[in-house]
């Protein structure tokens, strides 16, 4: 089992964006919209943190 930690979604962001680079900010948001319509708020929950990563290591990378 793993813990849900900043450092988590901030690992998984860095390889969204490692691996996809130009679309890893729409990546991340599709996938917020995929498990809220689907009504799946744990991974909604994920997904948002892992979103917030991925603007945060952009806005960094700039």
Not at 20 to 44: C, P, T
Request: net charge neutral; glycine share 4%.
């Amino acid at each position: 089992m793993t813990i849900d930690t900043v450092e988590t979604y901030d690992k998984a962001a860095a390889e969204l964006i490692a691996r996809y680079r130009d679309s890893a900010l729409q990546i991340a948001r599709n996938r917020v919209a995929q498990f809220e319509g689907e009504g799946d708020w744990k991974m909604h929950r994920r997904s948002l943190m892992v979103l917030t990563s991925v603007e945060k290591l952009i806005a960094e990378a700039r």
